[in-house]
């Protein structure tokens, strides 16, 4: 889709550019050219980084040796998904201030969601956008000309999304045994190294922002769980003073990714087809070595975070029926049911508008997610942790300009944000429950569906079909 979209964006500018110049005064040839210049104007730069090693000071000999941690730059490794890249903007020289920010993109551990052509269900054509793709598709946060921005001044290390383990792979799974495409000839090996990508970003920070003082680790659905993830190695190696010699303060934002996930996940994917074993950061909190042989979850995972760095702050954001985390949800469960066949029909609407409302045959429903994320949520411990639940069933909120008028229980979604990235701010813990009106929960924020445009209100064919929106039916 992406690919798509700016491609067509290009063929405008070129279509457009030569129509205003075609036979037109030479003053509008030169605005004419003025104008593409500036559309096709990137103020990102583009970092292909090398295989190399990093020593993240203070983590246990688990996770690196004496001379460090080796990493392995890469994408997935299927066609137009090789080479893994990031994006560098600069706002001033010497800026104290960095946005790292995680791009999402869904996620992939079975022949049945990584390949397929109506059922892959993550980002694997990184390769084929242009590198204005970045520019052009992150707003929100990424968008320097508001002036309301809480993060207008900083410059932003971008990490692209390609591998489909949610930024914490170290593994290649070897073809046919692991991995098999049926409509491409496989290499040897496709490659589930997240880590190892961020471990590059990471590099980059220790070799050229020595300076900062204010650090924003963020990220948006897969991005967001890269981010949360990830935190402790960026964290840890900030803590390094002779290095870092601001003691910089140190800000996790998580958009949408709040980690409801089937039974057996941690163990069987993350783990055992992803390698994320190896990059658990066992010097967190009560995080060891084994932590993904139990029972772990994101929302222990960030408690855990919260009470390692009791000074950082962490914002947590999601809409209570957020769409695509209901049907990831469900797509959970039907990988794990088996039955593969490779059509729009294997996993439904991605809008999560035909998942059942309660459970049925070992499928998760949309009433499990939204119990569960908010559960989770509100469960979270940390001094310096504060949630978000807003509204409606819109996907990630940070990367989008519609973040600015956003409000749930009456909180504008840009003033908690920028609460908790100041660090004179006092943010609240906002939940649209708590808000005025008859459904304010729902009828708000969010996407167009059938159902949805004909109630007025998020909803799904099954609460649709009994006259209520999803609040009704999953919170009586």
Known sequence: MFSRI????????????????????????????????????????????????????????????????????????????????????????????????????????????????????????????????????FQGIMDQGVASNPLKDYDILFIPYCTGDLHFGSADV?????????????????????????????KFIQDNYTQVT???????????????????????????????????????IADASNG????????????????????????????????????????????????????DRVGQYTALFDSTQRWFFHVMGVVAGGGYTDSASYFGPGDASEVADTAGAGIPSNCNWASTARQAMLSTIGSEYYYYIAPGDIHTKTTDNSMYSLVSNGINF???????????????????EGGSGSHPCTDTNFGSTQYNDLLKRATSHDSYSSNKDLYETCFP
Not at 424 to 431: A, F, I, M, T, Y
Request: aromatic share 14%; charged share 15%; glycine share 8%.
């Open 214 to 252: 204010d650090v924003v680790i963020a990220g948006q659905s897969a991005g967001g769980y890269g981010a949360i993830l990830n935190y402790p190695h960026i964290r840890q190696a900030l803590k390094e003073t002779a290095r870092f010699t601001n003691n910089p303060k140190v800000r996790l």
């Open 174 to 202: 070897a073809t046919p045994s692991g991995y098999d495409d049926p409509y491409a000839t496989d290499p040897a090996f496709y490659h589930h190294r997240g880590h190892d990508n961020v471990l590059s970003v990471l």
């Open 414 to 432: 840009n003033t908690w944000l920028t609460q908790v990235i100041d660090p004179l701010g006092s943010p609240q813990k906002v939940n649209c």
């Open 6 to 137: 700016f491609r067509s964006f290009f063929f405008l500018c070129l279509i457009l550019f030569f129509q205003c110049t075609k036979n037109e005064p030479d003053n509008t040839k030169a605005v004419a050219g003025l104008v593409l210049a500036e559309a096709l104007y990137n103020p990102y730069a583009k970092i292909v980084p090398q295989p190399g090693s990093i020593i993240i000071p203070n983590s246990n000999s688990s996770y690196q040796g004496p001379s460090g941690r080796s990493y392995t730059p890469s994408c997935f490794g299927n066609a137009n998904n090789t080479t893994f890249y990031f994006f560098h903007k600069r706002v001033s020289g010497n800026n104290p201030k960095l946005l790292v920010n995680f791009m999402g993109g869904g996620a992939c551990w079975s022949n049945s969601n990584c390949f397929g052509k109506e059922t892959t269900t993550f980002l694997n054509f990184l390769n084929s956008l242009p590198d204005l793709f970045v520019r052009y598709a």
């Open 260 to 311: 409801a996930v089937t039974s057996g996940f941690f163990q069987n994917v993350v783990r055992d087809k992803w390698g994320g074993a190896q990059n658990i950061p066992d010097w967190t909190g009560g995080i060891g070595s084994t932590y993904l042989d139990s029972s772990p979850s994101i929302q222990d995972y960030l408690s855990q975070i919260t009470a390692e760095y009791t000074a």
